[in-house]
């Protein structure tokens, strides 16, 4: 049993970075929620191959978003990453989205040290034009095939607007 949420903090969100830990490498269809209460991951469901995720996907320990899980990540990285990997990562902005009707925030980030491109993506604007488009079309479609119409991207915001919202998961944590 591994409880992330007492083993690592958020991160130094005031210094733009924070921990994540992997629930969904890139390019993988299925599913899987971490449950906090077994310390263990899960299969919720296999997704059609069409869906799979755009970018590693993962969450931030000891946060609570609106809809009563751990803050969401997308990690954005050269490659897959394994599930339950933890990475320090830095804050390029936040997804804005609704599932369902309920906020669920999408931190979106990159290794804190990636030698591989030089530490060149530092904000939303250093991120191709094409891999927002695919984080988009990603969020708004992948659960079309079962409840159309359910998500809905409502745009993005910039790093400060991701750290007022990582700031106010953490509160919601700290205060269950």
């Known amino acids: 049993m591994t409880d992330f949420n007492k083993l690592y903090t958020p991160g130094q969100v005031a210094e733009g970075l924070v921990n994540t830990v992997v629930e969904i490498p890139q390019g993988s269809s299925l599913k899987v929620e971490y449950n906090r209460e077994k310390g263990t991951f899960e299969l919720d469901r296999v997704e059609p191959a069409i869906f799979a995720k755009p970018t590693n996907y993962g969450f931030i320990p000891a946060t609570l978003d609106e809809d009563g899980d751990e803050l969401d990540t997308l990690l954005i990285a050269s490659e897959r990453l394994p599930l339950g990997l933890v990475v320090e990562a830095r804050i390029i902005g936040v997804l804005n989205f609704e599932d369902d009707g309920e906020n669920d925030h999408k931190i979106i980030c990159v290794p804190a040290d990636d030698r591989d491109n030089d530490n ?48 106010e998961c953490i509160e919601r944590f700290n205060n269950q």
């Open 120 to 167: 060149a993506i530092k904000t939303l604007a250093d991120l191709p034009e094409r891999k927002k488009q695919q984080i988009e079309y990603h969020f708004n479609t992948y659960k079309d095939l079962k409840k159309p119409g359910t998500t809905k991207v409502l745009g993005y915001g910039d790093i400060e607007d991701a750290k007022q919202i990582i700031n």
